[in-house]
Structures are given as C-alpha cells and as structure tokens.
C-alpha cells in the first residue's frame, strides 16, 4: 500500500510540475508577447511634424528651469508630484535647446520674429541666462525683431526680456528687480538649547559652510568674501539691462529712497514706474498686446502665425551624436550636473564611478579625439571627487586632450576635478573656487544627560564605543581635525600640479574662498573666459577636426528601462488610484516629503564623512 501511495504521489507532482510549467509558460509568453506589441507600437509611432508657413514668429515660452542636461525623472516620483501639485512639477530645459532653436530661427526664412514669453520660466543663475542672451544677441543680427511680453517680469525673465527690440508690460504688472544675496539660517544657539555637542572640524579661513552651527551670525570673513563675488554678479546684470535699455546703471535698481521717490511720483503704481523709468515700452493688457503684435507682424489686427518653442524643436535636428553612431571623429561632450555622490548616480548628480565609467569610455573610443567636460557642481564628495580626477589624468595619458568647461558652478569638488583638465574656461558669472574641506556632525550625550539617560560600558580598543549617543574622545577630535587638514593639503596639492602652481602659491588664494570667473582668470585658477562653444572649439582646434561633430558620452537608457519606466507609471497609477489617495491629500504629501528627504540624507555618504562642497554657492 506504501508503494501504491508513494506511486500516486510521485505522479501527481509530475502532473503539478507540469500543469506549473505550462501555466507560467503561458505567462511568459503573454508577457513577452504584451513586450514586444509595445516596442513594435513604440518604434511605429511618430508625431506628425507641425507645419508652419511663411511670415510665422516664433513664441520662446520657455516653462520650466534652465539646465545643462535634463535628468531622468523617475515615473512613481512624477506621478506623486503630479499629484500633490501639479502645477509645481518642474520642467527641465537643455540650454542647448534654447541655443539651438533661437540660432536656427535666425537662419529660418519662415521665421519672421522672435516674441519671448517668460512667464513661466523659474529662476536661473546669471550664467546661464547669459548663454541665451548671447543667441538672442546672434539672432538680432538677422535684423528681425525681438518681443517681450509678460503681466510681470521676475529678475531673470527681465534679463533676458531687455534683449528684445519692445518690452510690453501689463498695466496692473510690473518688473521685479531685488538684487542678488546670499542667507543662511545661523543654530548655534538652538544647538546650545538643545543640548546638542557640534564637532566641527574645517581647514580654510573662509569655509563658511559650517558657521550656521558654530555662529549665530555672519562672519567678516564671509560678508567680504561673498560680497566681492555677489557684487561682480550684480554689476554684470545691471550693466546687460542698461546697455540694452540705453539707460543708467543706476537707475535698473536705484537706491531705497531714490526708489521710493520715483515710485511717488507715480502714486505707486509699479508698472507706470517701470515705463517711466524705460525698463518696459508700452502697458498693454492681454488682449491689447495680441491685437498689437498682430499689427506689427502682419498688419491685421486680429491674429498672428505663430509656432512655439517646443513645436519648433521638434524639426531641428539634434546638436549631438550619440556614442557608438558617431559618423566621423570628433569631440566628446560629458555633461557633470549636480553635487558630486559616491558610486553610480543618475543625470542630475554626478556620480564617482558612473563620471569615472563615461570617461574611460571616451579613453578607449577611437573616435573621440578630445574631450570637453562640462561641469556645474557645487561640490560634494572628497572621495568621489578624487576618483573622478584619477579618471580624468588616465584619459589625459591617452594623449587626448581634456577641456574643462565650468557652468554656473564649478567649486570645491567641482573645481577638484577641473584642475586635472588642459585647459578651463568659465564665463565671467560662474562661481568657482571655494577650495577648501570639512568634516561635520553632533552627539546627543548632554541631551541624553538631561533625559536621566547614560551610555557606558567597555571596549578593547580606545576606538570602541564610539556612537553619537556618546561624548567624542578628544584623541577622535584630533584624528578627525589631521584628517581633515590632511584633505586640505592634498587639494592644494592637487590644484598645484593641475595649474602648475606651487602649494603655497594655491593656498593664498584658497582657504575655502569663493571666487567668480572673471577673478579666477586673473588668479591662474582658469585659462580662459568663455562658453560651452568656445571650450568645443578650443577642443576640436587641437585635435584637427570639426566642431561639426560632437559627440554625446552619457549612460544610455536602454528599451528595457523605458518600457519599465512606462509599466512603473501605470503601476503607480494603479495603486495610488485603490490606495484612495487623493491629488492633494495628507498621504500623498507624506510620501512626497519622505521621498525628498531621504534623497538629501543619501547625498552625505562620502566613506570617510570629508567633503568638499561650496553651499553659500547657491544665491538669492
């Protein structure tokens, strides 16, 4: 009878094996064929070109922020944006775009006038509304006329806008100038209140990052340091609008009381002061700057042709060739955005071993014969940092040359591995420098003490126990403090070599001070001032070859994440949706908020806690 039943067991498993293999053979084959329908459909789908016709302006509505390189946004992240606040999930927009579609129009027959709708673009540094501006400039020299139009101009949008030929402004608007500054939050006494013990630990007179916990205010140190640089920004902008306006420097943001009395004599209005003081050309309601435009452009009173900036990208062909499809030698293009993270990191950060994986990927293609890398970082990582310039000096044995171009910051970290380049170039407005290190963090033993609450007990080592929840050793202290000053010293060593400076000469100039391009030229920290295209054409001038051809080294996307990042949306969607949670409900707020601050706690994970990172960079 055993046998029988051992028999009878052994059969049904089989025929369970059997029936399990099929059903998920059926499975896989349904998904694999649900796949490959979704890529065929993929492939076979194109957007139909907007057609245009002659005597059409082009209408620059830029919404979103300005960017070297767009980041790729994860589908769960967007939909919970989307759905706490739709209306403040940001757009990213390549620089290079921007360029690209204001030079074409230039050139564009059908294009009869650029009119610049700025009213969604969000904050953006000095540098890079100057890399439009420098199109727009190249644009005017087709002698086809520039608009601007907006119920209200923020600082940024009136940069750019001072550019066009007519600045129109709505009569209940106005034109926003504030000026540049840089503010912080000071903790040292909520520390002391707190019971909290702040070892800090830093090399370098000016490394104003760790004052908020040692200081309840500002330093001299700092107010000079910063003021030198924010003062330079501001004398550039004021400069641009004046010229463009053919006014007084003076008189774009004039004194308090000066304004005040200006603003009196107009009982106040701000838009009757910025056309008094000839910031803007006429105050037209909405309905008026249409029916104006139309009679410029076309002499009827109704309506204008017109194709808006994406519209108008779509037909443009792309400024970059993809690695691996490259048609002929040329120069490849990294872009290096963001704080500088430990490991692989996604556009948008700049990460040790995916920076270091692109860069060895440009030493062994035999079609790249220079390389430019564009870098806008604040900083970040010691150790990343280091990697990264390791990579940089392998690919420079190769007998390519490496050409740093900065963005609007290329500081700490950033300016870490710029200094491996042959040669840099920053614009007078990028923010570099802030050569410097620092180690930070806080125990709880006082706080814990108030609580009635101890840590004790024993170890082998003098290095056992050590914990948050305990008082630092002073013989920590000091190794923290070595180490630091240790990371201090090889940053000047590291700035020397690359610049062909002595160690002393570097830290006169150091200390964690923060410089603008314009002083860092005249300190031998650059080499030259200038563009992205001026950095391309310097790279493609020592190799021989032609700026024509660029091409682009990233971590590509493959099919497989992008039909993943489509099934992760709908997903998302899905659960969200049975979930009940509402577009801007509390749990839906919740996870957004856990998700953002768990991203700035993984931003601090550098192996040894050093960092070298310019945070006062970030102006207001």
Same mark, same amino acid.
């Given at each position: 009878?055993?046998?029988?039943?051992?028999?009878?067991?052994?059969?049904?498993?089989?025929? &369970?094996?059997?029936? !399990?293999?099929?059903?998920?053979?059926?499975?896989?084959?349904?998904?694999?064929?649900?796949?490959?329908?979704?890529?065929?459909?993929?492939?076979?789908?194109?957007? #139909?070109?907007?057609?245009?016709?002659?005597?059409?302006?082009?209408?620059?509505?830029?919404?979103?922020?300005?960017?070297?390189?767009?980041?790729?946004?994860?589908?769960?992240?967007?939909?919970?944006?989307?759905?706490?606040?739709? =209306?403040?999930?940001?757009?990213?927009?390549?620089?290079?775009?921007?360029?690209?579609?204001?030079?074409?129009?230039?050139?564009?027959?059908?294009?009869?006038?650029?009119?610049?709708?700025?009213?969604?673009?969000?904050?953006?540094?000095?540098?890079?509304?100057?890399?439009?501006?420098?199109?727009?400039?190249?644009?005017?020299?087709?002698?086809?006329?520039?608009?601007?139009?907006?119920?209200?101009?923020?600082?940024?949008?009136?940069?750019?806008?001072?550019?066009?030929?007519?600045?129109?402004?709505?009569?209940?608007?106005?034109?926003?100038?504030?000026?540049?500054?840089?503010?912080?939050?000071?903790?040292?006494?909520?520390?002391?209140?707190?019971?909290?013990?702040?070892?800090?630990?830093?090399? %370098?007179?000016?490394?104003?990052?760790?004052?908020?916990?040692?200081?309840?205010?500002?330093?001299?140190?700092?107010?000079?340091?910063?003021?030198?640089?924010?003062?330079?920004?501001?004398? !550039?902008?004021?400069?641009?609008?004046?010229?463009?306006?053919?006014?007084?420097?003076?008189?774009?943001?004039?004194?308090?009381?000066?304004?005040?009395?200006?603003?009196?004599?107009?009982?106040?209005?701000?838009?009757?002061?910025?056309?008094?003081?000839?910031?803007?050309?006429?105050?037209?309601?909405?309905?008026?700057?249409?029916?104006?435009?139309?009679?410029?452009?076309?002499?009827?009173?109704?309506?204008?042709?017109?194709?808006?900036?994406?519209?108008?990208?779509?037909?443009?062909?792309?400024?970059?060739?993809?690695?691996?499809?490259?048609?002929?030698?040329?120069?490849?293009?990294?872009?290096?955005? &963001?704080?500088?993270?430990? %490991?692989?990191?996604?556009?948008?950060?700049?990460?040790?071993?995916?920076?270091?994986?692109?860069?060895?990927?440009?030493?062994?293609?035999?079609?790249?014969?220079?390389?430019?890398?564009?870098?806008?970082?604040?900083?970040?990582?010691?150790?990343?940092?280091?990697?990264?310039?390791?990579?940089?000096?392998?690919?420079?044995?190769?007998?390519?040359?490496?050409?740093?171009?900065?963005?609007?910051?290329?500081?700490?970290?950033?300016?870490?591995?710029?200094?491996?380049?042959?040669?840099?170039?920053?614009?007078?407005?990028?923010?570099?420098?802030?050569?410097?290190?620092? &180690?930070?963090?806080? #125990?709880?033993?006082?706080?814990?003490?108030?609580?009635?609450?101890?840590?004790?007990?024993?170890?082998?080592?003098?290095?056992?126990?050590?914990?948050?929840?305990?008082?630092?050793?002073?013989?920590?202290?000091?190794?923290?403090?070595? !180490?630091?000053?240790?990371?201090?010293? =090889?940053?000047?060593?590291?700035?020397?070599?690359?610049?062909?400076? !002595?160690?002393?000469?570097?830290?006169?100039?150091?200390?964690?001070?923060?410089?603008?391009?314009?002083?860092?030229?005249?300190?031998?920290?650059?080499?030259?001032?200038?563009?992205?295209?001026?950095?391309?054409?310097? /790279?493609?001038?020592?190799?021989?070859?032609?700026?024509?051809?660029?091409?682009?080294?990233?971590?590509?996307?493959?099919?497989?994440?992008?039909?993943?990042?489509?099934?992760?949306?709908?997903? /998302?969607?899905?659960?969200?949706?049975?979930?009940?949670?509402?577009?801007?409900? =509390?749990?839906?707020?919740?996870? /957004? #908020?856990?998700?953002?601050?768990?991203?700035?706690?993984?931003?601090?994970?550098?192996?040894?806690?050093?960092?070298?990172?310019?945070?006062?960079?970030?102006?207001?």
């Amino acid at each position: 009878m055993r046998k029988l039943f051992s028999l009878l067991g052994f059969i049904l498993s089989k025929i &369970g094996r059997s029936i !399990t293999f099929t059903r998920n053979l059926i499975l896989n084959l349904f998904f694999i064929s649900f796949i490959a329908i979704i890529i065929i459909a993929l492939q076979q789908q194109k957007e #139909t070109p907007v057609a245009f016709a002659d005597n059409t302006a082009l209408v620059l509505n830029l919404n979103g922020v300005l960017v070297d390189q767009p980041k790729l946004v994860d589908p769960f992240d967007q939909v919970i944006g989307e759905l706490v606040d739709a =209306n403040n999930v940001v757009n990213e927009i390549a620089i290079s775009d921007v360029v690209n579609v204001i030079i074409s129009a230039k050139s564009d027959d059908a294009i009869s006038a650029l009119i610049l709708d700025l009213a969604q673009l969000k904050p953006a540094s000095l540098t890079k509304l100057t890399d439009i501006a420098d199109a727009l400039v190249e644009f005017k020299k087709s002698n086809k006329p520039i608009y601007a139009y907006g119920d209200y101009f923020s600082q940024e949008q009136y940069l750019l806008a001072s550019f066009a030929d007519e600045i129109l402004l709505n009569p209940a608007g106005g034109v926003l100038l504030q000026g540049y500054g840089s503010y912080s939050l000071y903790f040292k006494d909520a520390i002391d209140k707190l019971n909290l013990s702040s070892h800090v630990f830093r090399v %370098g007179t000016y490394k104003s990052f760790v004052e908020p916990f040692t200081r309840s205010d500002m330093s001299a140190e700092s107010k000079e340091a910063k003021l030198n640089w924010l003062n330079q920004l501001w004398d !550039t902008y004021t400069s641009i609008v004046a010229n463009n306006r053919l006014i007084n420097a003076d008189d774009v943001a004039p004194k308090a009381d000066v304004f005040i009395k200006q603003l009196q004599s107009v009982n106040g209005n701000i838009a009757q002061y910025a056309l008094k003081q000839k910031l803007v050309d006429k105050l037209l309601t909405r309905e008026q700057i249409t029916e104006y435009l139309a009679n410029k452009l076309n002499g009827e009173s109704d309506s204008f042709a017109k194709i808006e900036f994406l519209d108008y990208l779509a037909l443009q062909s792309t400024q970059f060739e993809q690695q691996g499809f490259a048609s002929k030698p040329g120069v490849g293009i990294i872009f290096a955005n &963001g704080q500088i993270l430990d %490991g692989n990191q996604p556009p948008g950060a700049i990460g040790g071993k995916s920076l270091t994986k692109l860069l060895l990927q440009a030493k062994d293609d035999e079609q790249i014969k220079a390389l430019v890398l564009r870098i806008d970082s604040p900083g970040g990582s010691a150790f990343a940092s280091e990697q990264i310039r390791t990579a940089l000096l392998e690919l420079k044995k190769s007998g390519k040359p490496v050409i740093v171009s900065m963005g609007s910051v290329a500081a700490s970290g950033g300016y870490w591995i710029a200094s491996a380049a042959d040669e840099i170039w920053a614009k007078p407005t990028t923010i570099t420098g802030s050569i410097g290190i620092f &180690g930070l963090f806080a #125990t709880t033993e006082k706080l814990l003490a108030k609580m009635g609450i101890y840590s004790d007990g024993v170890g082998t080592t003098d290095f056992t126990g050590l914990s948050v929840n305990r008082e630092l050793p002073e013989h920590m202290a000091q190794i923290i403090q070595m !180490t630091v000053e240790n990371g201090y010293s =090889n940053f000047l060593t590291v700035v020397a070599e690359g610049r062909g400076m !002595t160690t002393e000469e570097v830290d006169k100039i150091a200390q964690g001070r923060v410089w603008t391009g314009r002083d860092a030229l005249n300190l031998g920290l650059i080499d030259n001032l200038g563009n992205l295209d001026d950095a391309i054409a310097s /790279a493609a001038a020592k190799v021989d070859v032609s700026t024509d051809s660029l091409i682009l080294i990233q971590t590509p996307r493959s099919e497989r994440d992008r039909l993943l990042s489509i099934f992760t949306q709908s997903v /998302a969607m899905q659960v969200l949706s049975e979930l009940n949670i509402s577009p801007n409900g =509390n749990v839906a707020t919740w996870l /957004a #908020t856990i998700t953002q601050q768990a991203a700035q706690l993984n931003n601090y994970s550098d192996p040894q806690g050093l960092y070298v990172e310019c945070l006062v960079c970030d102006i207001r």
